[in-house]
């Protein structure tokens, strides 16, 4: 049978009447009989026994009416969702990105989007850059954000530039330069992320290349966030994106910060990833934008706020 035949042998059963059935469902009553008929012939016996104009339900009949109501239901209720935009869909969207994203921006933005689609569930999975790309692309996860690696075949990017702020205590010299230099930093403590960090690396580098030590003396998973404290008391220095920026200005001891530009400017791209090969689903989108506006945002401020 298909779902019209079953939507007017439902109607007709509720009505008890083929009039009724045919005004309820905008159709003819020959058309409401054909298509009782063409339901009985598929199924292989009668449903209704026929004396005069009118139709008596058999036993038959009421068992696909008490399943048959089931299916009807189920699918009205999953029109009325669609119409509204997914709104009311239960689905999940799975999210893979760095640290401080998975556990600073996240959190807020799903806290938002949960409000206009509140059948909407989270799985977010903080983890390192490779393994974002790694999720993405295997489509284990539906969104990612990462430091950007190169480009894979597999995902679709949206690019994001950045430049890095020394981060020093305000009551250091340094937080009234214009700009702070590996000679300026040269054998300081620094705050630092592990030795297979992109940044870490990069540090290294720019310092060898300036004839200067790297003194990575506190290394953490985490620098972004382990490292306040560390540089609002003073005892080192670090180097921070526009994510950190973003979450240390919420700490109470915000105003013990200062950020210097760097020179030679250290640079790094981020990526927003989808698969290529799996399409996101529309509330998906809705939530891949959100995260694309709020990025574009906070960059565009942190710019904004040292001339970057």
Request: charged fraction near 20%; charge should be positive; glycine fraction near 4%.
């Amino acid at each position: 049978m298909n779902f019209w035949q079953l939507k007017i042998f439902i109607e007709v059963m509720r009505s008890n009447s083929v009039s009724i059935a045919a005004k309820n469902l905008g159709r003819t009553q020959s058309t409401i009989s054909v298509s009782i008929i063409n339901l009985e012939t598929k199924i292989g016996y009668k449903l209704f026994e026929r004396q005069g104009k009118r139709l008596h339900p058999l036993p038959e009949a009421f068992f696909l009416f008490e399943e048959g109501q089931k299916i009807i239901e189920i699918i009205d209720n999953l029109e009325q969702a669609l119409k509204k935009e997914n709104a009311e869909v239960e689905q999940e969207i799975k999210v893979a990105c760095m640290p401080l994203v998975a556990e600073f921006i996240i959190p807020k933005l799903v806290s938002q989007f949960t409000k206009h689609f509140p059948k909407v569930s989270f799985q977010v999975a903080s983890m390192h850059s490779e393994s974002v790309y790694k999720a993405v692309a295997s489509n284990t996860y539906d969104i990612g954000f990462a430091e950007r690696l190169k480009i894979s075949n597999l995902v679709n990017e949206l690019a994001y530039e950045a430049e890095f702020l020394c981060a020093v205590s305000s009551s250091d010299p340094l937080a009234k330069n214009e700009f702070v230099t590996p000679k300026d930093l040269d054998t300081r403590p620094c705050v630092s992320y592990l030795r297979n960090h992109f940044l870490t690396a990069r540090m290294e580098e720019l310092f060898q290349e300036s004839g200067c030590v790297y003194n990575a003396k506190y290394r953490f998973q985490n620098a972004s966030v382990s490292g306040v404290q560390l540089i609002a008391q003073g005892s080192a220095y670090g180097v921070v994106g526009p994510w950190a920026y973003s979450k240390w200005g919420n700490f109470s001891n915000s105003n013990e910060i200062a950020y210097v530009r760097m020179r030679p400017a250290v640079q790094s791209q981020y990526a927003l990833l989808t698969s290529k090969l799996h399409k996101l689903s529309r509330v998906a989108l809705k939530f891949h934008k959100m995260l694309n506006e709020e990025f574009d945002d906070l960059l565009r401020h942190y710019k904004q706020n040292y001339n970057l």
